[in-house]
């Protein structure tokens, strides 16, 4: 009577219980057709064996763990395919193995549930990125779907993208480590950015147009300050001597190079000429271009007033005494600078000349007669 097994489990009672407690059951489940492992090791007998009829009880996963199953029987019965006895929610599924879609890169740590919604993933799930990716795709859709053409498994910041292969803009020079959103604003690429370098460096430009929009003609891509502008060629002012090697700011000031830069070099020179116009603004007639401090000027060559006598060694300033602001005309006329010097008080006339020399003043010339002592 009391048997609840009702005769399944034979009438050999002494197997399973003894006589000192009829609930302790000695029996032991590994010799059975189903040993418990993992968590079925500690589980209570009652939570598989719902009536004390254990006989036929079901072994497979599913008979037990039917309502457990949160794919809704979309991958069949056979739960130990993906799960084990340990833990259910150790997962032995091997995505390479038993999908067509090996898992990469950044995926191979991702969890199911992030791709998989819903606990269905047999036939559900897509393949291509997009459709997972679209919500992050920050071009709206621009480039097409096919974002394995730009992005990996890897990281979606890593880039397979080459400028200049995918682009008709190689990138060159400093272009080449600028970051894409220097250019690129708003993660819209395609068919907004000019490829000009004044439509990207307008803010950049110091000379404030004046030279045109064709950077490209003075300056490289390798650096903005490395100049390709060649002085000679480009201007009607070829550098010489010591004007090669002058910073282009010590002539050009401002940055407005073009039709404001006087060529005469009194014209940029006016705060070096030591001596203060006196004689004239043609600089060049004594100075050349390789270096200041050098200067030559051959009186008895480039003017029509030889020196000889007395004038020879003397000062400039001793003749030319008043600043000039053009072309220096002294007058030849003995008279325009002895005056002071005439005892005669011009009663001989202006032309000095005619008794005296360069030489020394108080020499006579021969035969200009004897002056009466007064």
Known sequence: KDDKHKGQEGTTCSECHDDRSWKKAPFDHNKSRFPL????????????????????????????????????????????????????????????????????????????????????????????????????????????EKCERCHTERNWKVLLFEHDRDTSYPLKGYHRKTKCDSCHKSTLYKDKTPTDCYACHKKDDIHRSTFGEKCEKCHGEQTWKTVAFNHDQDTKYPLVGKHRTTTCESCHTGQLYRDKTPTTCHGCHKNDDAHRRKLGTECQDCHNVRDWKIWDFDHNVRTRFKLDGGHKGLDCYACHAERMDKKVVTSSACVSCHTKDDKHEGSFGSQCDRCHETTLWKTIKPGTGVLRRR
């Open 37 to 144: 492992m993992g968590k079925h090791a500690t589980t209570e007998c009652k939570k598989c064996h719902l009536t004390p009829a254990f006989k036929d009880t079901p072994m497979e996963c599913f008979s037990c763990h039917k309502k457990d199953d949160k794919h809704k029987g979309a991958y069949g019965e056979k739960c130990e395919t993906c799960h084990g006895e340990s833990n259910w929610k150790t997962i032995t599924f091997d995505h390479d193995l038993h999908s067509k879609y090996p898992l990469r890169g950044r995926h191979n740590t991702t969890t199911c549930d992030s791709c998989h919604k819903g606990y269905l993933y047999k036939d559900k799930t897509p393949t291509d990125c997009y459709a997972c990716h679209k919500k992050d795709d920050k071009h709206k859709g621009r480039y097409s």
